[in-house]
């Protein structure tokens, strides 16, 4: 299927980005959002150009994941008040901020920009861009907030180094605020750091992580290793570093039935409620899965990091644009997944063309085409010309 322009149901919700562009790259970037949502297969440059019957050269969309000119942290501070508007309006009285990274693999990374060998789980590593990302639940409501891309240091590259644990804590400080209710932030062991969880309580946020099983803790005056704990008995003790905390154990079904420890520093929630709330970070896997296979996260072929960048904002701006057109619908007819959610937008898509069709074609008119297609400007000066 292609398109003409970009659906109006579309366009309604992505206006209220247009305060960050120019005309021009306004315009690229409704179709890029629009292309990653209704293109099919690899949700690259090319399938997202061809999508439109008007196309201009591919090179104007390549052009604009690499401009400068537009601040990606404008766009992701109003998609984060937009989550917020969605998160108040659930009404939900407990919200949770989940924080992960996953790898985008890249198998030409030695050629693009910020890509090195990561941890892909299982023991094994690849070679690709680590994202860094804090997700937030609210009820049935599941979206992503923010994002930072974990460069490792390197002398081809000037200003970066960052280490993960400061862009966790940078997301943290930066997360949404005022939210009606409480607030627990949840994560895997990896993040048990001493400034992540001074970064979440300052915050005033409960937590929970997971623990490794070598982890050490006082226990009864003595220093123990976790695993040595009762885990159904959801003792007290203080780890180094942290603080007083409880420690639960959690045979988890997945992991050949092993058990998992968690440290909250709610000592009066019992190991039940505990594992209950931890349960739920699953759900960001659950958006990593979801976001690649049907909105193209990782088929980028760009070789810039803030084209990569630009790649996971657009991304990001297209699911929760999906999740808000499925928040209009009464309560009984939401679609919920993702993946309805693309199909539900391609039909719509193909009955605005055919009805555009049809009533062009009672007039006797020729497909509209937009200035894009009818004229070769480069990028830059087309930008220029519309600013």
Request: aromatic fraction near 10%.
């Amino acid at each position: 299927m292609r398109v003409v322009g970009i659906p109006r149901f579309m366009n309604r919700h992505l206006e209220r980005f247009r305060y960050f562009f120019t005309p021009a790259q306004f315009e690229h970037f409704k179709r890029y959002v629009t292309g990653l949502i209704l293109a099919q297969g690899r949700r690259t440059v090319l399938s997202i150009n061809r999508l439109y019957l008007d196309a201009c050269d591919q090179s104007r969309l390549s052009r604009f994941l690499k401009d400068p000119g537009w601040s990606r942290r404008a766009v992701a501070n109003l998609r984060r008040r937009i989550a917020h508007e969605m998160a108040v309006g659930t009404g939900a009285c407990e919200h949770l901020v989940i924080l992960d990274d996953t790898l985008l693999n890249r198998a030409d990374g030695h050629c693009v920009e910020g890509a090195a060998c990561h941890y892909a789980g299982g023991g094994r590593t690849a070679r690709g861009h680590c994202l860094v990302t804090a997700h937030l639940l609210s009820g049935a409501l599941s979206l992503p907030l923010d994002a930072r891309l974990y460069v490792k240091r390197s002398h081809a590259l000037p200003n970066t180094g960052t280490a993960k644990s400061a862009l966790a804590c940078d997301l943290v400080r930066k997360s949404v605020s005022g939210l009606p209710g409480s607030v627990v932030f949840l994560a895997d062991s990896w993040y048990f750091r001493r400034d992540l969880v001074s970064a979440v309580t300052r915050r005033g946020w409960d937590w929970i992580f997971s623990v490794r099983a070598d982890r050490k803790a006082w226990a009864g005056g003595d220093l123990h290793r976790v695993s040595a704990l009762d885990p159904d008995g959801g003792g007290l003790c203080a780890v180094p570093g942290i603080g007083p905390v409880r420690i639960v154990g959690w045979k988890s079904p997945t992991r050949h039935k092993r058990t998992r420890w968690l440290a909250t520093n709610r000592l009066d929630w019992p190991p039940r409620a505990v594992i209950a709330r931890y349960s739920r970070r699953t759900m960001i896997e659950v958006f990593y899965w979801s976001a690649k296979q049907r909105l193209g996260l990782r088929d980028y072929r760009g070789r810039t990091a803030l084209g990569v960048m630009s790649h996971c904002e657009m991304a990001f701006c297209a699911y929760t644009t999906l999740v808000a057109l499925d928040e209009e619908r009464a309560a009984g007819r939401r679609l919920r997944t993702l993946g309805k959610q693309c199909e539900w937008a391609v039909e719509q898509a193909a009955i605005e063309n055919m009805r555009r069709a049809y009533r062009r074609g009672r007039l006797g008119l020729e497909w509209e085409r937009l200035r894009c297609a009818e004229e070769e400007t480069p990028y830059d000066d087309c930008c220029a010309a519309q600013a």
